[in-house]
């Protein structure tokens, strides 16, 4: 069964600083990575997907990596902004699900201060 | 276009009553799926379905049915609502295919007194 685990939980950061989120999981035979944002009382909005051929997506000021052969993936956010404040959620799509399923980290609550 | 909606917002439930969440996409997705997310957990998945009039169970379906009448509308329904189902409620909808992302509804938000 595949899980997927996001550390660290909560994250705090002064405005400007660059920040990683980190994501792993444990079965690598998976179609592809998902980024999600979800802010307070919303749902979800995805930030970036990668596919298992692929080793990175980017879009403005998110970098997303993958390392399937580890089970590792990285959101990387540079100079950060108040208004990026939400919680940060990965996903993967399993092979075992034909890919028609995603499994769900746990979320990076990150707050960044001005 | 309107996305994913989900209908109601917020509900509150004694034991034992029933209730019925739709959610509605305008899409034309073939793929609906239904979610449950909890206080520091990330989302866990409850039913889905691959095409009108296929539903299939996911990770947490005990106490919950679904039903794809129609290729926009998803609906679960609680039959006999405890409070063990307290939770948020999104449903996500997407097009075929295995490197396509989910759309999310803005959520159902019940307690179960």
């Known amino acids: 069964k595949q899980e997927v685990t996001q550390i660290p939980a909560a994250l705090s950061v002064p405005e400007g600083e660059n920040l990683v989120l980190n994501c792993s999981f444990t079965?690598?035979?998976?179609?592809?990575l998902q980024w999600f944002r979800q802010d307070p009382g919303k749902g979800l909005t995805s930030l970036l997907l990668?596919?298992?051929?692929?080793r990175e997506q980017t879009s403005g000021r998110l970098n997303a990596s993958l390392d399937k052969s580890s089970g590792r993936s990285t959101l990387y956010i540079a100079a950060s902004q108040p208004g990026d404040s939400a919680t940060y959620l990965c996903?993967?799509?399993?092979?075992?699900?034909?890919?028609?399923?995603?499994?769900f980290g746990e979320g990076t609550q990150l707050t960044v201060n001005p | 276009n309107a996305g994913v909606t989900q209908t109601p917002k917020f509900r509150v439930l004694k034991t034992g009553q029933s209730m019925t969440l739709l959610c509605a996409q305008d899409?034309?997705?073939?793929?609906m799926y239904w979610y449950r997310q909890d206080p520091g957990m990330g989302l866990r998945l409850i039913h889905y379905?691959?095409?009108?009039?296929?539903?299939a169970k996911g990770e947490v379906p005990d106490g919950y049915n679904v039903s794809r009448l129609k290729k926009q509308n998803f609906l679960l329904g609680l039959e006999s609502a405890a409070p063990s189902q307290t939770s948020v409620y999104f449903c996500?909808?997407?097009?075929?295919?295995?490197?396509?992302?989910?759309?999310f509804g803005p959520g159902t938000r019940l307690l179960v007194l």
């Open positions: 990668i596919q298992s051929s692929q």
């Open positions: 899409m034309n997705h073939e793929y």
């Open positions: 996903a993967v799509s399993g092979v075992e699900t034909s890919g028609s399923r995603l499994t």
């Open positions: 079965d690598s035979a998976i179609y592809n």
């Open positions: 379905s691959v095409g009108e009039g296929t539903t």
């Open positions: 996500a909808s997407r097009v075929m295919g295995n490197i396509e992302t989910q759309y």
